[in-house]
């Protein structure tokens, strides 16, 4: 029992020295819009949350093993005149031999088969359909680019970038669950949006710059459909500039790195909610900028 009432943490908002972190990830943007102080103890601390002791058939592994799926399903390297039947039953082997290989657990292993059995017809038809148009050129392949004058790289490792006939490129990104709306890439949702602009600026070295003729998503689950969204080159330079000013106010020191400062949800939850001690204080607290660390070092 302490000796003397020991009032509550106030709601954080570091603001650290420089440097702050050499590159960023485009699929932590999201997270540097919505859970700052995440980034921080990602980025900045070097903090990570240790795995589970007992790892269980989660969402996060289902979604890495249907991305394998279909990245297996690229690597065999079809063609438009693959007859359909061939490239369902490839597909289907290949699913078969990853869950094999990747998940240990029988009846996780059984539903996901399953889920893809169900799609397998749209995803082939689909598939024929992407490749009349063009072909693959960045499967999974890291590219960068450097952030003004922000001593900052934003790197990215996109699912898939098709190149078309006329030489300008679709960003594609697979989802195990719903896609992002175009309201929720807007505001938040980042991530595909700033592919396109990196494939723009020259990021991924199969490509150099390219002109970006649209952004798709192909979901791994439901029907298996492939669903559009909006996108034009002042969309996507906004949202490029829109990101500029979002890390430079965090060099400037002109924003620190909230916690929580815009949670998609109420059940959101952070791996570093016990650091950012999240219950001391609420949602409804005001956050106050603090500098931490040796600013004069």
């Not at 996108?231 to 000013?245: K, P, Y």
């Amino acid at each position: 029992r302490p000796p003397a009432p020991v009032p509550p943490a106030a709601r954080p908002s570091p603001i650290p020295p420089l440097p702050l972190f050499p590159d960023l990830p485009v699929t932590d943007v999201s997270l540097l819009i919505r859970d700052p102080y995440a980034v921080y103890a990602k980025r900045v601390l070097g903090l990570r949350a240790l795995p589970p002791l007992r790892p269980q058939p989660d969402a996060s592994l289902r979604g890495q093993t249907l991305h394998a799926i279909v990245e297996a399903l690229l690597h065999s390297h079809p063609t438009p005149d693959t007859p359909p039947e061939v490239l369902r039953d490839r597909f289907l082997a290949l699913t078969d031999r990853v869950l094999a290989d990747e998940v240990p657990w029988p009846a996780a292993r059984a539903f996901w088969s399953a889920r893809i059995a169900r799609i397998a017809d749209r995803i082939v038809a689909d598939e024929l359909t992407r490749l009349a148009e063009g072909r693959p050129m960045v499967v999974e392949h890291r590219g960068k680019v450097p952030v003004a004058d922000l001593g900052i790289t934003l790197t990215a490792k996109p699912d898939r970038i098709d190149l078309l006939t006329d030489n300008r490129v679709v960003v594609y990104d697979y989802k195990s669950g719903t896609p992002p709306t175009d309201a929720m890439i807007r505001h938040f949702d980042k991530q595909l949006m700033l592919e396109a602009a990196m494939a723009r600026r020259g990021g991924f070295d199969a490509l150099g710059p390219v002109d970006v003729a649209g952004l798709r998503y192909i979901q791994l689950g439901g029907e298996g459909k492939t669903h559009p969204r909006e996108h034009d080159d002042l969309i996507e330079a906004e949202t490029w500039d829109g990101f500029v000013r979002l890390l430079r106010s965090y060099v400037t020191g002109e924003a620190g790195f909230t916690a929580m400062r815009a949670p998609q949800s109420t059940s959101y939850a952070s791996d570093y909610d016990h650091l950012a001690r999240y219950g001391e204080w609420a949602l409804t607290d005001a956050a106050a900028p603090r500098k931490v660390g040796d600013h004069h070092g």
